[in-house]
């Protein structure tokens, strides 16, 4: 079995998530994994950057991604920084770990590790998206393949240079208890809202939970980390039907349970709702990112836009009919409970290879 290092960058909690679940998987087969945390400190400036751009100048920061993904200069510069970050960083880290696979779940870990793998070139390099459509820094010349989900992301890395067989359409990875939530309070499609921002609770909130509890149905607001939010929250006066928390730790569960999601288009929380078949309306966004995200889901009828009828929209598609069953017909279809457990097989085919020609 492989030694499998897992890199990921605490940037947003999706990349988190997804190695989480990839690294259970893994372990399940035998594999030896190990969580890197080598770039932590590399990357703590652009980890306070950003955070601060998507809560205060969310508007300059969308402005700064579109033109990083089309400036000619942006993506050598990029590159050249990380992979030195790469050599100064990775180099003792690699000779300690010896592993046999990287798998990087954000861009700038697969390009810093993308130095090492041009040093030895036995070592195999994976990137595992977690977004939904490929942005230019994910692109790695050195990297030995990529996991995606849906089809657009293939022609999007071949648009970088990535030849299509390196190419896997898994879908992003997401925990084995999506796949078997246990039973609850209520039956599935049945229970609360669920107002959802991610497992940092960015976004405007309060707004939304206002207009979500003129609704006569129960109301479950998730701050996930946001301390801070939850206790704001709880300041206030809220209808009986409105519930306020911080981390849910049974999100597969309540996720089955919900009649209706709202909230931000994050890759992995995606996946779970789609696993979940959950009526989803997208009430706000970061910019840049999960605007793309947005408006792949809406193309692929996985979820709706809210523009100024929440209220409304909400009623209906917590109404049985045909807008609210269409949907889940499209979640049954780009669902993919098993998107961890088969990217762990192409990996291990990946070492069977690696042992083959070593041979």
């Not at 030895?120 to 990137?127: D, N, S």
């Not at 939304?208 to 479950?220: E, K, Q, S, T």
């Given at each position: 079995?492989?030694?499998?290092?897992?890199?990921?960058?605490?940037?947003?909690?999706?990349?988190?998530?997804?190695?989480?679940?990839?690294?259970?998987?893994?372990?399940?087969?035998?594999?030896?994994?190990?969580?890197?945390?080598?770039?932590?400190?590399?990357?703590?400036?652009?980890?306070?950057?950003?955070?601060?751009?998507?809560?205060?100048?969310?508007?300059?920061?969308?402005?700064?991604?579109?033109?990083?993904?089309?400036?000619?200069?942006?993506?050598?510069?990029?590159?050249?920084?990380?992979?030195?970050?790469?050599?100064?960083?990775?180099?003792?880290?690699?000779?300690?770990?010896?592993?046999?696979?990287?798998?990087?779940?954000?861009?700038?870990?697969?390009?810093?590790?993308?130095?090492?793998?041009?040093?030895?070139?036995?070592?195999?390099?994976?990137?595992?998206?977690?977004?939904?459509?490929?942005?230019?820094?994910?692109?790695?010349?050195?990297?030995?393949?990529?996991?995606?989900?849906?089809?657009?992301?293939?022609?999007?890395?071949?648009?970088?240079?990535?030849?299509?067989?390196?190419?896997?359409?898994?879908?992003?990875?997401?925990?084995?208890?999506?796949?078997?939530?246990?039973?609850?309070?209520?039956?599935?499609?049945?229970?609360?809202?669920?107002?959802?921002?991610?497992?940092?609770?960015?976004?405007?909130?309060?707004?939304?939970?206002?207009?979500?509890?003129?609704?006569?149905?129960?109301?479950?607001?998730?701050?996930?980390?946001?301390?801070?939010?939850?206790?704001?929250?709880?300041?206030?006066?809220?209808?009986?039907?409105?519930?306020?928390?911080?981390?849910?730790?049974?999100?597969?569960?309540?996720?089955?349970?919900?009649?209706?999601?709202?909230?931000?288009?994050?890759?992995?929380?995606?996946?779970?709702?789609?696993?979940?078949?959950?009526?989803?309306?997208?009430?706000?966004?970061?910019?840049?990112?999960?605007?793309?995200?947005?408006?792949?889901?809406?193309?692929?009828?996985?979820?709706?836009?809210?523009?100024?009828?929440?209220?409304?929209?909400?009623?209906?598609?917590?109404?049985?009919?045909?807008?609210?069953?269409?949907?889940?017909?499209?979640?049954?279809?780009?669902?993919?409970?098993?998107?961890?457990?088969?990217?762990a097989a192409w990996l291990a085919q990946l070492e069977a290879a690696r042992n083959f020609r070593n041979f």
């Amino acid at each position: 079995m492989a030694r499998i290092v897992i890199a990921s960058l605490p940037i947003g909690t999706g990349h988190d998530v997804a190695a989480e679940a990839l690294a259970a998987a893994l372990s399940a087969g035998g594999h030896e994994v190990v969580f890197s945390q080598h770039l932590v400190p590399a990357a703590a400036l652009q980890t306070h950057a950003y955070f601060a751009a998507v809560r205060y100048v969310p508007g300059w920061y969308g402005r700064l991604f579109r033109w990083v993904e089309h400036a000619p200069a942006a993506w050598p510069r990029y590159r050249r920084h990380w992979r030195r970050v790469g050599e100064r960083r990775l180099l003792a880290a690699y000779r300690e770990l010896e592993p046999d696979i990287i798998v990087a779940t954000h861009p700038f870990a697969l390009t810093a590790w993308g130095w090492v793998k041009s040093r030895y070139p036995e070592l195999r390099l994976v990137g595992v998206l977690t977004d939904l459509s490929v942005h230019r820094f994910w692109w790695e010349p050195e990297a030995d393949g990529y996991a995606v989900w849906f089809p657009e992301q293939r022609l999007e890395l071949m648009r970088w240079g990535c030849d299509p067989d390196r190419i896997h359409a898994t879908g992003i990875p997401i925990r084995a208890a999506f796949a078997h939530p246990g039973s609850g309070v209520y039956a599935p499609g049945t229970g609360p809202i669920l107002l959802l921002g991610g497992g940092l609770g960015i976004g405007p909130y309060r707004r939304i939970l206002r207009r979500l509890a003129v609704l006569d149905h129960p109301v479950v607001a998730i701050c996930g980390h946001n301390e801070a939010l939850r206790l704001s929250l709880l300041t206030e006066s809220w209808p009986s039907h409105v519930s306020i928390r911080g981390f849910e730790p049974d999100m597969p569960g309540l996720m089955r349970q919900a009649a209706l999601v709202v909230g931000k288009p994050g890759g992995v929380t995606a996946a779970e709702v789609a696993q979940s078949r959950v009526p989803w309306i997208l009430s706000h966004w970061i910019a840049g990112q999960e605007e793309i995200n947005r408006d792949r889901l809406v193309a692929h009828g996985l979820a709706v836009r809210e523009q100024g009828d929440l209220v409304a929209l909400a009623e209906r598609l917590l109404a049985p009919g045909p807008e609210r069953e269409r949907m889940r017909q499209q979640q049954a279809l780009w669902r993919r409970p098993d998107a961890a457990r088969h990217i762990a097989a192409w990996l291990a085919q990946l070492e069977a290879a690696r042992n083959f020609r070593n041979f």
